[in-house]
């Protein structure tokens, strides 16, 4: 028997593991386009290939492991690497930021301080300044590369409540919550339930005010007048950049003065719509977000990095790094970035690297047009869809997000749009996904990757009439 059981890997196989790898990843994504875009697979069947009879007691061929894991991602991977996934708003990696994100494996960098890695210090460094002058905000703004927009939240707004604490007199970070004076926060009605999360996490809880949205989505002023007028003391005050269903924007030049005029701390979620500040003909859109305290996005939507990359911006470095930065007796810090005292976690990947190569790659021109061709896609699949009897576009396209829903003569509207979804997602063209939008039941398409054509659209839309015809049949 050889020397190495088959559970303890060499640095000789180190090639032929990479290699198998490779292969295994330029077949998935060679194919990803032809396949189904959801896989019909079950769960039992999974379980058959990656081995439900329990672990191992010495191991298994290296080989075989990643031939096993491959045969799982073919099996039961979603196609959202490819064109026709506009389910939820995931985008596909951009070659050149799923191949860096090889070497941020190869590399095996503990992310937590300059002194575990300068490359990717320097890098981070680099690229936060790229960012902040991309989306033009003012040169001063600390920024964080969190897991997504989730944990970018909960940063954006752990330096909220230290800031308006600290203001208040309240040490937070030294007595917690504990009898300190209570911040009124205000929220969009319409905000991603990753905000309440946040709140959740940070001991500030949900019972909040809410802001009323018009038709579109977008919070209304008179109800954000209303609010400040009924809180007492300054306020965190929620807002987004890209409704979860309808893409829309809040008016945050509006919110930002009357905000600031209470002493307030505006947080934007941009998880979505962020990106458009990188494009000429939709920056409009976004006027004042430069005026915001905190700001998030996430690279893994629409900037098509890998999974997993959040952004957070804040406007306030200092009060950024109160609520999170961190200081231990075995932590060798330094004068350059020390990347914990940016983000909640403490080890992490270095998520930041695909960032980089995204950025440096396509340059402002490619992050532009990255945003305008989607969101001339979106309006794409909106007229198409629309031009068919029946078909009723519910939102302005006014970034990536389309909103359907389908009628026929004697069929409830919620349940001939549920059944809808259903056929079209069963049928494996494309994949997006249903949602509420006022009271009302509503197709969602999101149009998110670099990869998607006109032709994947047209070719989409009459897949979508085609199930919608048969529905009604
Ligand atoms: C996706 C999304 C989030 C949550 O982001 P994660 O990256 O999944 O943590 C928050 N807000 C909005 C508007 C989103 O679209």
């Keep these: 028997m050889d020397a190495h059981g088959p559970g303890e890997t060499t640095e000789d196989g180190f090639p032929a593991l990479l290699h198998r790898a490779y292969e295994h990843a330029l077949d998935w994504r060679a194919s990803v386009a032809r396949r189904p875009v959801f896989p019909s697979v079950t769960p039992d069947q999974l379980r058959g290939v990656l081995g439900a009879g329990g672990l191992s007691e010495d191991g298994e061929d290296a080989s075989e492991t990643l031939d096993a894991l491959a045969r799982a991602g073919e099996l039961g991977a979603t196609g959202s690497a490819g064109p026709r996934y506009f389910g939820y708003v995931i985008g596909s990696s951009l070659p050149v930021a799923a191949a860096a994100d090889w070497l941020v494996t190869a590399w095996d960098q503990n992310t937590t301080l300059y002194s575990c890695g300068p490359a990717v210090a320097v890098l981070e460094d680099i690229c936060a300044e790229w960012l902040v002058d991309l989306l033009g905000l003012h040169g001063h703004t600390s920024v964080g590369f969190t897991t997504g927009t989730q944990m970018a939240a909960f940063t954006g707004l752990a330096a909220a409540r230290h800031q308006l604490l600290a203001a208040a007199g309240w040490d937070v970070e030294t007595d917690g919550l504990w009898q300190a004076p209570r911040i009124p926060v205000i929220v969009s009605e319409q905000r991603h339930a990753s905000i309440d999360r946040a709140l959740r996490f940070l001991g500030m809880g949900t019972s909040v005010h809410t802001l009323a949205c018009d038709a579109e989505g977008a919070v209304e002023l008179p109800a954000l007048a209303a609010a400040l007028e009924s809180v007492e003391g300054p306020p965190i005050v929620c807002v987004q950049a890209g409704n979860i269903n309808t893409g829309a924007v809040d008016p945050l030049a509006e919110v930002c003065e009357r905000v600031h005029a209470r002493d307030g701390w505006v947080h ?30 996430d690279a893994h939507k629409w900037l098509n990095t890998p999974f997993d990359c959040g952004i957070v911006l804040v406007a306030h470095p200092a009060a950024h790094r109160a609520a999170v930065g961190v200081a231990a007796d075995y932590l060798e810090a330094s004068e350059q970035r020390d990347q914990i005292n940016t983000v909640p976690d403490w080890s992490r990947r270095a998520r930041s690297v695909p960032v980089y190569a995204a950025l440096r790659t396509l340059g402002r021109s490619g992050v532009s047009r990255l945003v305008d061709r989607n969101v001339e896609l979106a309006r794409r699949m909106a007229a198409r869809l629309a031009a068919e009897p029946g078909v009723e576009i519910v939102n302005d396209v006014v970034l990536n997000q389309v909103l359907v829903r389908f009628e026929a003569p004697h069929r409830a509207r919620d349940a001939l749009t549920k059944e809808v979804i259903r056929r079209v997602q069963q049928d494996g063209v494309c994949w997006l996904s249903g949602s509420h939008f006022a009271g009302r039941r509503v197709m969602r398409v999101s149009v998110c990757s670099w990869l998607t054509t006109p032709g994947d659209i047209d070719r989409s839309a009459e897949e979508i009439i085609r199930r919608f015809r048969d529905a009604c049949s």
């Design 268 to 297: 934007v979620d941009g998880a979505i719509g962020l990106w458009a500040l990188a494009s000429d003909q939709h920056r409009r859109q976004l006027e004042g977000a430069h005026l915001a305290d905190s700001l998030t996005t």
